[in-house]
């Protein structure tokens, strides 16, 4: 009985920790508590950690409140509570009717399932109902309980959050717009192709060799925002690079309903987003043209990782333009062998790993007495030159000539229009991240205006 009454005391005390690490947000303590629980002998039953959904509630809020502050990547940390919720069962709970039924409804939509299945991987319906009905709620109750300095009107507040801040902000230093309908692209693809095929035609008859893959052509964008009380317009110019071959590939499911896809469409090359003018459009399952792109200066801010080789291409490369620049044999033979072993062959390498691998060959060579008692200039000649090999192999390619070579190995098969975006990315999110996440959290404002509207048609019934 006493060894009992222990292991429910230790029981108690498991689950209260629980409970103070969802508090104050500590997730990944929780994780280990979970993970521990075999060593206390204690079968978790989440059903038995109490809030939890007050402290869910309140560490998505929380975010919340970050957002409302300017502190938009909150964002990213909502989707990935949700993650963690949804990973560790913790919105499991017998739904009421009316929530089965709410979860059947919203089941029969496609891109909301294929997106929440994209962002969280298998969900429950416990989880769908949290999503659709719980979060929503929550959100919307927050907005009308808390002050806010730019709206002191609450409807002015929820139109603007949904008609217009998914279609302008920054996040994770990457600036997104919606600049207007996939239709508009299209239409204009169209005409500016037709152009380019009869001035084709004329070549050919010429015997001009045509060699041109690609077409240049500007949009006027107008661009709705708030402001003063009063709905404002803005006109902004593009120039985007576009391959027909990519758009006439894909000009089906891009145009399509009900296709869950982001598809590569242009590089702006004029008016765009990031540095020098520059951005890149895909589409939208909901037919919009979004461009993103880096909101720093800096060129190298845009990470496009394609310049990537296996092991064994790398160092055959390597081994080519040590020979070209005349490099000992002895040393290229010791480089050679000494990368061939600490190089992993199942990673990638590309150009954040040219100073890694510099840095290693040095401590290497400086290993040996030769190099040790070597004249310095020599040494520097010599590090030089195998800096430059690195370099000729790894450089990082302008930008344009990275679209240009990414539309052509759609044209070969070789990447998917649609992952495009999975490939361009900075400090580790994205623009695929960014697209999915600003998809799902269009279905969210949504449903919260729907509160509003249903709660303000209450209202004027019952007055």
């Known amino acids: 009985m006493k060894r009992s009454d222990e292991m429910y005391e230790r029981e108690d005390k498991y689950y209260d920790e629980l409970t103070k690490c969802l508090k104050i947000g500590s997730l990944d303590h929780f994780k280990k508590l979970l993970n521990y629980s075999i060593d206390y002998n204690i079968f978790v039953d989440v059903r038995k950690i109490p809030r ?55 089941k029969k939509d496609k891109l909301f399932l294929a997106n929440i299945i994209d962002l969280f991987g298998r969900v429950t319906d416990s989880f769908i109902s949290y999503i659709y009905l719980g979060l929503p709620r929550d959100l919307y109750d927050n907005f009308m309980r808390r002050p806010n300095e730019y709206f002191s009107d609450r409807e002015e507040l929820l139109y603007y959050i949904k008609n217009y801040f998914f279609n302008n902000y920054s996040i994770y230093g990457l600036v997104v717009r919606n600049l207007g309908s996939i239709k508009q692209f299209i239409n204009t693809f169209n ?32 661009t709705f925002y708030s402001g003063d009380e009063e709905e404002h317009e803005y006109r902004n ?78 160092l055959r490369k390597l081994e080519k333009e040590l020979a070209n620049l005349d490099i000992n044999i002895d040393i290229r033979e010791e480089i050679f062998n000494y990368l061939s072993e600490i190089l992993d062959p199942k990673k990638l390498i590309n150009y954040h790993h040219k100073d890694v691998i510099i840095r290693n060959i040095k401590e290497y060579l400086y290993q040996f ?95």
Not at 83 to 98: A, I, M, Q, S, V
Request: proline share 1%; with cysteine.
């Open 237 to 314: 110019i593009k120039k985007h690079l576009v391959s027909p071959e990519n758009i006439l590939r894909n000009l089906d499911d891009i145009s399509t309903k009900d296709n869950y896809n982001f598809y590569s469409l242009s590089m702006v090359l004029l008016g765009g987003l990031g540095p020098q003018g520059l951005g890149f459009t895909y589409s939208t399952p909901k037919g919009e043209i979004i461009e993103i792109c880096s909101d720093q200066k800096e060129a190298e801010a845009i990470i496009i990782e394609f310049k990537q080789f296996q092991k064994r291409k790398f």
């Open 191 to 222: 005409k500016n192709y037709t152009s380019f095929k009869n001035q084709e035609d004329k070549e050919r008859l010429s015997s001009v060799e045509v060699s041109k893959k690609f077409i240049e052509f500007n949009i006027i964008y107008r």
């Open 369 to 463: 007495d030769e190099f040790q008692h070597q004249n310095k200039s020599d040494l520097k000649n010599l590090f030089r030159d195998i800096s430059q090999a690195i370099s000729i192999i790894l450089r990082k390619i302008r930008l344009k000539d990275q679209f240009i070579t990414r539309m052509d190995l759609v044209a070969k098969d070789k990447i998917k229009s649609e992952d495009i975006a999975k490939l361009t990315s900075l400090k580790g999110k994205s623009h695929y991240d960014v697209l999915r996440e600003r998809f799902f959290f269009q279905y969210i404002v949504d449903w919260i205006y729907q509160i509003y509207l249903k709660e303000k048609s209450i209202f004027k019934k019952e007055f």
């Open 52 to 106: 939890r959904f007050e402290l869910i509630s309140q560490l998505l809020l929380g975010c919340t409140e970050r957002v409302s502050t300017g502190e938009i990547s909150a964002l990213g940390e909502q989707i990935n509570i949700l993650r963690f919720c949804n990973e560790n069962g913790l919105l499991e709970k017998e739904l009421t009717e009316y929530e089965k039924i709410s979860v059947n409804k919203i």
